[in-house]
Nanobody, 122 residues
C-alpha cells in the first residue's frame, strides 16, 4: 500500500518562504509523475508543479520563478520550495503520485496524500 505523508505547511508573511515535504512509503518502483496541487477556499484544486521520472518539471504560470519542485529518490521524498510567497498562495496543498500519468487533475492520480495548510498574510 502506497502512502503519501505531507508536511511543512505553516502561516507566514508575504515575501516569506516555506518548504513542503511529501514522504512516500510502500513502493520500490519509480513513479512516472509526482506533483503538488493546491485548493484555495471557494476555488477548484489546481496543479502547482509536477516532476516526471526523467526529471522534467512543469509549473503553473502563477508560481514560475518562485516555487521549485524537487525529489530525493534515496529518501522517497518530494519537496516544494516556495519563495516570495504571496497572499494568493494561501491554500491547502496536496501531493500526488501516479505510475503512469502526469498531466491530469489531482483526483485522477492513483496515490494522493493529505493536505497541509499554507497561509500567507499581507
Amino acid at each position: 500500500q502506497v502512502v503519501l505523508v505531507v508536511s511543512g505547511g505553516d502561516s507566514v508573511q508575504a515575501g516569506g518562504a516555506l518548504r513542503l515535504s511529501c514522504a512516500a512509503f510502500g513502493y520500490t518502483y519509480s513513479m512516472y509523475c509526482m506533483g503538488w496541487f493546491r485548493q484555495a477556499p471557494g476555488k477548484e484544486r489546481e496543479g502547482v508543479a509536477r516532476v516526471y521520472s526523467d526529471g522534467r518539471t512543469t509549473y503553473a504560470e502563477s508560481v514560475k520563478g518562485r516555487f521549485t519542485i524537487s525529489q530525493d529518490n534515496a529518501k522517497n521524498t518530494l519537496y516544494l520550495q516556495m519563495n516570495s510567497l504571496k497572499p494568493e498562495d494561501t491554500a491547502m496543498y496536496y501531493c500526488a503520485a501516479d505510475p503512469s500519468y502526469c498531466n491530469r487533475p489531482e483526483y485522477d492520480y492513483k496515490y494522493r496524500g493529505q493536505g497541509t495548510q499554507v497561509t500567507v498574510s499581507s
